[in-house]
């Protein structure tokens, strides 16, 4: 008997995707329909669409490119928002170039430059295929005149665009909380910041757009400010508040402890009054009746009588 070949034969291949060097382990058969390098993510992390970046989760929900959080960690963890002319300071241009090779290998070198990373925090920006801004209708940009019409305008961005923009805000918010040593205030930060958030072929229409995206910058970034010390303010009154009572409690006690007590409202005020009250009037009667008392045993003279001692009948 002749035995065929194998039939519905299935070969398994396990591969490794790197996001810088592609699929590792392919199997030479499928190299032709698979692209042996990963996409421009794996390449560079500049000028490169988000979606295909490696992104994650900042502290307030913002999904975001990794390279943008490492940048702002090592910033923030090298005192980079008490430097002064912080975003506005450009670094050593051959410092930035070899740490743009290293970022696009995974790496952040030790011992950057704070300029230098805000440099490359503004070029990110500036270097995306498309502005953070540019899904907006640019003419109604240019009609927003308030804080609130900014506001409605920017919630018409795309959950990418907006997610970009809000982390660029509040990285602003953060640099402005300490403006009384770097001298980067609102304005200043969203001066340098502007020109990165859009892209426009007209030079002359650029420039008048990116005053109006100024003053979008500037206002957001006032609001986020704003709204944080407002909410920490609350949470301060909470607490102080917390700590009065506490203290009222503690000081209710050693009164108690005393013997003192404290009488808190109108119906309590009343309710003592009335009970000094008949504590009062028993007092006098009881008075009056023990004074009757030793005014019958007296006579007429101020003497006192002896009692009146009587026999019981049958009793001699």
């Known amino acids: 008997m002749d035995i065929g070949g194998p039939t519905n034969v299935r070969h398994v291949a396990h591969v490794t995707f790197d996001r810088f060097n592609g699929f590792l382990g392919l199997p030479s058969e499928f190299e032709p329909d698979v692209p042996r390098k990963a996409p421009s993510a794996s390449a560079t992390v500049f000028g490169v669409s988000t979606e295909s970046m490696q992104l994650s989760y900042d502290s307030r929900g913002n999904c975001v490119p990794v390279i943008l959080l490492l ?45 230098c990373l805000a440099g490359l925090i503004k070029a990110w920006f500036r270097e995306l295929p498309r502005g953070v801004l540019d899904p907006l209708p640019s003419e109604q940009v240019m009609q927003c005149e308030s804080e609130e019409d900014f506001v409605k305008v920017v919630r018409l961005l795309p959950q990418n ?62 609001k986020t400010a704003r709204e944080r010390e407002t909410s920490s303010s609350a949470v301060e009154r909470r607490g102080n508040n917390e700590v009065e009572v506490s203290d009222k409690e503690e000081d209710s006690e050693e009164e108690e402890e005393d013997g ?27 008075s009056e009746f023990q004074g009757s008392s030793a005014s019958d045993s007296k006579d007429h003279d101020g003497a006192v009588q002896p009692p009146i001692r009587t026999n019981p009948i049958g009793s001699k």
């Open 71 to 115: 940048l702002q960690s090592r910033l923030y963890d090298q005192g980079g928002l008490q430097v002064e002319g912080i975003f506005r300071i450009t670094g050593d241009n051959s410092e930035e170039e070899y740490v743009r090779e290293q970022l696009n290998k995974g790496l952040i070198p030790d011992g950057i430059d704070v300029h």
């Open 161 to 222: 665009e907006a997610s970009l923009l809000n982390w660029a805000i509040n990285l602003m918010a953060d640099v402005v909380q300490f403006e009384h040593v770097n001298k980067m205030n609102s304005r200043n930060l969203a001066l340098v910041f502007a020109p990165n958030m859009s892209q426009m072929a007209d030079p002359l229409t650029a420039l008048m757009y990116a005053v109006q995206v100024m003053k979008l910058l500037k206002s957001l970034t006032e």
């Open 260 to 286: 003192v007590h404290i009488i808190n409202n109108e119906e309590e005020a009343t309710e003592r009054i009335r009970e000094a009250a008949d504590e009062h009037k028993s007092g006098s009667m009881k």
